[in-house]
């Protein structure tokens, strides 16, 4: 209907949009209540959907009360940001957040690699079949190798994320320098630029907000790689926890474990984007 | 000897394309302000990167001071029409950006001596702002704050800031409002008298060619599988009288292989010598 509401430009007021962006999270939490309460009356005792306060109670033990090794050393009148850093649930998070870092850390050569293949057509030329062919290998697949090769320790686990994430991080910087236009290079090299000029101060700098962007989106890539790991060979780890506790079925500390990875990388995301738009306050996002 | 010489410069994409350019002899001495004229797709732009060195020629030379010229360098100045400022940068980190680089590696950027020149190349390029008729104020602004005809004076600041020793705008003009391009057009000459650098501008327009250029060579090509060649070379009279320019307007159409309306441009400024231009911009005719 020609001169019908064009629902494409209906937006919704300040009020409506909180009440639309909030309206499935109420809704599944909702659900889960209700859901929660049948098994109960059913089975006061049931594990597999635990109620709210019975998830608040697991949760504080997790948060607040030490884990095994600790319980000694911690005395009966720590405080509560002691009895936190002598928890269960922060050992877990120090232990996957490191893993998780060095992970990261390892994708800046990969981004150099990438500026370098789009850049010189000689690298290009000598890296991008290979990198292309082992983009395509699941890197999950790789694991037994993995284990073999670097035994079970933090270095196989690294290894897998690198292996896992690496070569779309080179590719994604691969398209993003050749993307950028060649006048752009052209004009440094007129202005006296040499190739590494144009290579860190010219192209790199220019991609480097689109590259954030890429790690960014990559971050959930990274945590899966990094769970898989933890959860077949660790001591340690948010996803060692789960894995251990899916054994006795403790879903009350599951789920809480689950929200929080969730929270973690929420906030590494919105950290990501405020750093981002921090250094570089020209980039305009498409 | 000629600044620029194209010795029977051939260019062609592929073994089995059409050429783009075929057997262009031509020679451009010191100090000439050259406009190159013809219809899209002549190669026009093709002529201008072989200067540049980004583009190399599939037979003949094309030779700066007598040297094959075959990357780009500092020679050359470059204004292309879109991408000509890096976005990344402000107006004066675009500005000081030539000098920066050129004096200073990667490694001599560390010493004390880098931050003292840098004040200097500061003040060099806060002279050229103001010279460009920007404000001060507009230095700390990024590319896509400004409007494109700013963004096009920054980019013309940039590449003088080095001094080339020939400047090449590829329809560096060609997307700004007709307001704007005349000023940028009074800018240009202004900057071409005071520099005496040797100029090559790409552009559609016959009246614009006539009224920059002491130079308007056009290409055009036979037919579609010939590569364009020199139609006309012409030297314009430094004043003529308009029904003079009418009959080079004719010409040059003529020899572009179109016989066109005058566009917005044209028909606002009309047929102009650089004089006249002088008269309509208020500025004394030594000034264009």
Known sequence: MPGGFQLVHAKPNRTAAILLSWFLFVLGIGLYVHAAQKRHQGNAEDRVVPTIPHMLHSTYDAAFKPGEDDEQTLGENANMPQRFLASMLWKDTKASARRFFYSLLLLIPAVFLGLHMGLFPYVGVFFCRFVLFFDKIIALSLLPILFIAFGIDELSKIMLIVIGVTPTIILDTFNLTRSVPQEQVVKAFTLGAGDFDVAYRVILRQIAPRVLNSIRLNLKAVMLFLFAGEMIASTDGLAYRIALLRRHMGMDVIIPYVLWVALLLFLVDVMMRLINRKLHPWFREA | ?288
């Not at chain 2, 010489?5 to 350019?21: D, I, K």
């Not at chain 2, 732009?45 to 360098?73: C, F, K, Y």
């Not at chain 2, 000098?99 to 990667?106: A, K, R, T």
């Open chain 2, 1 to 288: 000897m000629a600044l620029i010489q194209f010795e029977n410069v051939s260019v062609a994409y592929g073994a089995t394309s059409h050429p783009v350019l075929s057997n262009i002899d031509l020679s451009i001495d010191e100090g000439e302000f050259v406009c190159l004229l013809g219809q899209t797709g002549c190669g026009k732009s093709t002529l201008l990167r072989l200067v540049l060195g980004s583009e190399q020629p599939s037979a003949g030379r094309v030779l700066i001071d007598g040297v094959p010229h075959n990357q780009p360098d500092p020679t050359c100045g470059y204004v292309p029409q879109k991408y000509s400022l890096f976005p990344d940068k402000t107006v004066m980190g675009n500005i000081t950006f030539g000098p920066e680089v050129s004096e200073f590696n990667m490694l001599t950027r560390l010493t004390p001596r880098y931050f003292r020149q840098r004040r200097e190349f500061r003040q060099t390029a806060m002279q050229y702002i103001r010279r460009i008729g920007l404000q001060d104020a507009d230095a700390h602004k990024y590319p896509d704050q400004l409007s494109g005809g700013m963004q096009q004076r920054v980019a013309i600041a940039q590449a003088l800031v080095n001094h080339p020793r020939i400047l090449l705008l590829d329809e560096a003009f060609s997307a700004l409002d007709p307001g704007t391009r005349r000023d940028m057009q009074v800018l240009i000459r202004q900057l071409w008298r005071g520099t005496g650098i040797t100029l090559v501008f790409v552009t559609h327009n016959t009246h614009e060619a006539l009224q920059l250029g002491t130079r308007v060579i056009v290409l055009a090509r036979e037919t579609p599988n010939h590569g364009s060649h020199v139609a006309l070379d012409l030297t314009v009279p430094s004043s003529c009288p308009t029904d003079e320019v009418s009959r080079l307007v004719a010409r040059l159409d003529s020899a572009a292989g179109s016989a066109r309306e005058p566009d917005e441009f044209t028909s606002a400024i009309g047929d102009s010598t650089p004089r006249d231009l002088a008269a309509a911009t208020n500025l004394l005719p030594n000034e264009i």
